[in-house]
T-cell receptor, first 114, second 112 residues
């Protein structure tokens, strides 16, 4: 069964450093998303991406965050200058037709900012 | 306002029993989805019910939707130890472009 692949599974970074979280969505999916989950809390929407541009972003997704689809397969989330409160599980998801269909989530990247 | 609030927050049952989990939401929706998350893992899509549907089945899962009460329930019949996980409802608000809003989740423990 097709999967969404995320790398790395765990990243530890120093506060103020830049991190890039990588995702390979399912090949025929057209809609891409990033969500995050702080330990024990809700799954929070960050950003959605369609047709090579951001469709919607949340208040969390400030100027420190950016997304890219640099080639036909990868979908990346960059945090320019990490803060302690950015520590969370970051999930990438993709969907073939957007909200009318379920999302396929990756296994997540656990980001720890120290 | 909170969209997608599940209850109970935690549920513990014996294997073979049925598990019922509820979700309430505040705004009009296009569809409502249920996801499962095993500890430390990603979310797995279980079932989607559209706003014009009232009930949907998938294997041992039954989902109902009552748009007048803005609520949904997920029933897992004949539960198994492997059903132990967190369960989330997620909604897309009508008119919203492209995001799901998740609830806080329900922790289901199925005792063997």
């Amino acid at each position: 069964e097709p999967e969404v692949t995320q790398t790395p599974s765990h990243q530890v970074t120093q506060m103020g450093q830049e991190v890039i979280l990588r995702c390979v969505p399912i090949s025929n999916h057209l809609y891409f998303y990033w969500y995050r989950q702080i330990l024990g809390q809700k799954v929070e929407f960050l950003v959605s991406f369609y047709n090579n541009e951001i469709s919607e972003k949340s208040e969390i997704f400030d100027d420190q965050f950016s997304v890219e689809r640099p080639d036909g397969s990868n979908f990346t989330l960059k945090i320019r200058s990490t803060k302690l409160e950015d520590s969370a599980m970051y999930f990438c998801a993709s969907s073939i037709r957007g909200l009318d269909y379920g999302y396929t989530f990756g296994s997540g990247t656990r980001l720890t900012v120290v | 306002s909170q969209q997608g609030e599940e209850d109970p927050q935690a549920l513990s049952i014996q294997e073979g029993e049925n598990a019922t989990m509820n979700c309430s939401y505040k705004t009009s929706i296009n569809n409502l989805q249920w996801y499962r998350q095993n500890s430390g893992r990603g979310l797995v899509h279980l079932i989607l019910i559209r706003s014009n549907e009232r009930e949907k089945h998938s294997g041992r899962l039954r989902v109902t939707l009552d748009t007048s009460k803005k609520s949904s329930s997920l029933l897992i019949t004949a539960s198994r130890a492997a059903d132990t996980a967190s369960y989330f409802c997620a909604t897309d608000a009508a008119g919203a472009n492209s995001k799901l809003t998740f609830g806080k989740g329900i922790t289901l423990s199925v005792r063997p």
